[in-house]
């Protein structure tokens, strides 16, 4: 008989920001995240907005869409 073992990862820690800031404040996306985790951010609006910070802190000037892909390296 064979035997596996099989390890499970818990999905990384996301608590997204859906807030409205005015022209000129700052806000940070993300307030919870995995130590060690790997978070990609891009915006369709911005091409050149790319972060690998868990909790980026942006400043946009206009409405922005954010999107993040996390891996969770276990």
């Not at 700052?26 to 915006?43: D, K």
């Not at 869409?65 to 969770?72: G, Q």
């Amino acid at each position: 008989s064979d035997t596996a073992i099989i390890r499970t990862i818990p999905l990384p820690a996301l608590a997204l920001r859906r807030d409205t800031i005015c022209q000129g404040e700052t806000i940070e996306l993300n307030q919870e995240f995995t130590p060690g985790a790997i978070y990609n951010w891009t915006s369709p609006n911005d091409p050149n907005f790319r972060s690998n910070s868990p909790i980026p802190v942006v400043s946009p000037t206009q409405t922005t869409t954010y999107r993040v892909s996390a891996t969770n390296r276990g």
